[in-house]
């Protein structure tokens, strides 16, 4: 991956029902310079700020698992503020 990624939303599914209870605004599916990256969840949290999480999963205890992320915690930042406002610029979040 480059040092600036390319970015390009391929899909967003909403979120309905009962599943909107934790806050949960919808998935995201992005490809990320020759990747495909799907199950990023969107959130709003108590202050109402949209918030972008990596694809995880869960272990049997419940602990979460991060699928995929950048070795740099600043660069992660940096790239989950680049694909929310992809989102932003679909009109998929105010």
Request: aromatic share 8%; hydrophobic share 45%; proline share 5%.
């Amino acid at each position: 991956m480059s040092s600036r990624p390319e970015i390009a939303l391929l899909g967003f599914a909403p979120a309905g029902g009962i599943e909107r209870r934790p806050r949960l605004h919808g998935w995201a599916k992005f490809k990320i310079d020759e990747f495909v990256v799907d199950g990023f969840v969107v959130r709003v949290d108590a202050l109402g700020v949209y918030r972008l999480e990596f694809p995880a999963h869960f272990d049997r205890d419940g602990r979460r698992h991060v699928v995929l992320r950048h070795a740099d915690r600043r660069k992660d930042r940096e790239l989950l503020a680049r694909l929310l406002a992809a989102l932003k610029r679909a009109g998929r979040l105010p």
